[in-house]
DNA sequence: TATAAAATTGTTATAACATCACGTTTTTGG
DNA sequence: CCAAAAACGTGATGTTATAACAATTTTATA
């Protein structure tokens, strides 16, 4: 019944591994590096191809605004996610709000548009980096 | 009174053109291509120094999905724009749609994010090519 | 208008991100 | 067991973007 048989290799545990440990996003030679950690003879088509299969499969998102990978918290359902990025301490949340979801689907229907793939990328300043900001404003 | 005071050099109004004679998103090096016809010891970064010029101000969308560039359609007021990008036939329509552009800042700012930029991006099949599919539905 | 500061451009090199191509090995299903 | 498919090894290369610093042009204003 399960219509998602997903093999997770050695290296595409090893990626996902280094991406778990991490709330911001990684580019692909960051994680290449801790990569070689683990497996001496990582090149980059080593983490490629496990990034690839990984984003196929709805396990990480690509932040296209970083060229940066990061872990998806809700691997289970597929609708359109919404990646939220502090500037100030980097740190990435997903969000995947329905009703934005939805709006977006109909929006794009309603002009005629089949969706095959949307992102909505934030980039924004976090609670907490805006208070310490407010503390250092004398700058 | 004007707020903007914008100045296009030569560069990058020869920039703009050629951004203005496409309705699919160009790379910064097609533009380049382009750019070498009227300028011919332009190099990468006379490109991309026309391109952050335009898009600080608004004339030009990076479209991050594709490490492309296109026109802006209306520069005259700045939110949270849309692009929808036909995979089939790349052509890029631009909108500016309110109710998605509030309720995005709605949501980042219930979550006690300050939005600097957002992007939202749609992969998708528009109506003609999708007219066109049904047609050579056989293959 | 002299002139200093700011903005823009010229130029070379290099960084950062990603894929191609092709051969080998491993896994999978019949 | 065997053939096909999937994954991996490996080296080269392609694509996108920025660093760094010198030279020139523009701008504001004294």
Redesign the pocket.
């Known amino acids: 019944m399960s219509a998602k048989p997903i093999?997770l290799?050695?290296?595409?545990k090893s990626v996902l591994d280094i991406l778990k440990s991490s709330d911001s996003p990684k580019?692909?030679?960051d994680i290449l590096d801790e990569l070689k950690k683990v497996k001496s003879?990582a090149?980059?088509?080593?983490v490629?191809?496990?990034l690839?299969?990984l984003t196929e499969h709805g396990l990480v998102h690509k932040v296209e605004n970083l060229?940066?990978y990061i872990l998806c918290n809700h691997p289970e359902h597929h609708h359109i996610c919404q990646i939220i990025i502090c500037e100030a301490c980097n740190k990435a949340t997903e969000s995947c709000d329905k009703e934005l979801a939805s709006l977006v689907q109909k929006k794009a229907e309603d002009a005629g548009f089949k969706i095959s793939k949307a992102i909505l990328e934030i980039t924004a300043t976090c609670e907490e980096c805006l208070a310490n900001d407010k503390g250092n404003a004398a700058l």
Chains 1, 2 share one sequence.
């Open positions: 093999k290799t050695t290296d595409r580019g692909a030679y003879n090149v980059p088509m080593t490629y191809r496990a690839d299969y060229n940066a």
